[in-house]
T-cell receptor, first 116, second 113 residues
Framework: EPEVTQTPSHQVTQMGQEVILRCVPI?????FYWYRQILGQKVEFLVS????????KSEIFDDQFSVERPDGSNFTLKIRSTKLEDSAMYFC??????????????FGPGTRLTVL | DQQVKQNSPSLSVQEGRISILNCDYT??????FLWYKKYPAEGPTFLIS?????DKNEDGRFTVFLNKSAKHLSLHIVPSQPGDSAVYFC????????????FGGGTRLMVKP
């Protein structure tokens, strides 16, 4: 069964450093997402991406964040200058159809980011 | 942001009995609701969904009920099995451009043998 994959599973970085989190969505999916979950808190939407551009972003997704689909398979989240409060689990998700919000989003296993 | 709330952080149920997980929402624009199950160190796994045009959707042991007037949905698992022990999240969306999901805080279900 196809699945969303994410690398690395755990990333440790120093405050102020740049990190890139990588995701490989399910191959025939068109819509891509990043969510995060700070320990003990809710899963929060960060950004959605379709047709090589951001479709929607939350208030969390400020200028320190960017997303890219550098090739036909990867979808990346970059944090330019990490802060302590960026420590969280970051989940990538994808869904097959565009324009159909009733289509299911499938999630990857997550990357645990620890900022020291 | 409390648009989706799961008021019970945990629930303990005996194997074979029914588990009922509840979720409330405040945003009347939500028209699609999902339940995800999450094990530690894994991502959320889709379980079942329901559109606002329905009041019930069933898939095997899982049934989701939607009460639009009360802005309330519930997930019934019957019979409950020890493998169902996990954190359950409800999520909601509306037909906006990004179709983002808004999650509740989760309910940890423990099914005892």
């Amino acid at each position: 069964e196809p699945e969303v994959t994410q690398t690395p599973s755990h990333q440790v970085t120093q405050m102020g450093q740049e990190v890139i989190l990588r995701c490989v969505p399910i191959s025939n999916h068109l819509y891509f997402y990043w969510y995060r979950q700070i320990l003990g808190q809710k899963v929060e939407f960060l950004v959605s991406f379709y047709n090589n551009e951001i479709s929607e972003k939350s208030e969390i997704f400020d200028d320190q964040f960017s997303v890219e689909r550098p090739d036909g398979s990867n979808f990346t989240l970059k944090i330019r200058s990490t802060k302590l409060e960026d420590s969280a689990m970051y989940f990538c998700a994808s869904k097959r159809l565009a324009g159909r919000h009733t289509d299911t989003q499938y999630f990857g296993p997550g990357t645990r980011l620890t900022v020291l | 942001d409390q648009q989706v709330k799961q008021n019970s952080p945990s629930l303990s149920v005996q194997e074979g009995r029914i588990s009922i997980l509840n979720c409330d929402y405040t945003n009347s624009m939500f028209d699609y609701f999902l339940w995800y199950k999450k094990y530690p160190a894994e991502g959320p796994t889709f379980l079942i969904s329901i559109s606002s045009i329905k009041d019930k959707n069933e898939d095997g042991r899982f049934t989701v009920f939607l009460n639009k007037s009360a802005k309330h949905l519930s997930l019934h698992i019957v019979p409950s099995q020890p493998g169902d022990s996990a954190v359950y999240f409800c999520a909601a969306s509306n037909n906006n451009a990004g179709n983002m999901l808004t999650f509740g805080g989760g309910t940890r279900l423990m099914v005892k043998p």
